[in-house]
């Protein structure tokens, strides 16, 4: 269901992106990296901004965590599209559940939420 890895956001707002990813799109750490936020997904790629840190943890920032509302813990997905790293939100739009969750329309949700769904359909 994830296009790519799921990680989760640490507590001083940090994501790792994976040294798979890293490889591909050639970013080494501490690399300064372009970023720009389209559609709830934000795009990474090598440029002149903020700087991986020696771990391969990029510091996303707070206004895009606010704008988001990625929280601490909050799990993203983290993809490649050609030479660019891709993360968006990943998990159920409604409970941030990141285990068994269906696709519906675009719209990721989780069982739980999924059976609410269903039994408010019917009693309506
Ligand atoms: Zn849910």
């Not at 956001?9 to 970023?35: K, T």
């Not at 790629?45 to 965590?65: A, N």
Request: charge should be neutral; aromatic fraction near 6%; hydrophobic fraction near 40%.
């Amino acid at each position: 269901m994830a296009r790519g890895f799921v990680r989760k956001i640490d507590d001083l707002g940090r994501i790792v992106i994976p040294i798979e990813l890293r490889r591909s799109a050639e970013i080494m750490n501490r690399d300064a990296l372009d970023m720009y936020l389209v559609n709830g997904t934000m795009t990474l790629s090598k440029g002149k901004g903020r700087k991986l840190d020696k771990l391969g943890r990029y510091t996303i920032p707070m206004e895009v965590r606010r704008t988001q509302s990625w929280d601490i813990g909050q799990a993203l997905d983290i993809y490649m599209e050609g030479k660019e790293v891709c993360i968006r939100r990943y998990g159920c739009e409604w409970c941030d559940e990141t285990e068994d969750l269906i696709e519906v329309n675009g719209h990721k949700l989780c069982h739980a939420c999924a059976e609410k769904v269903g039994a408010a359909i019917i009693e309506a």
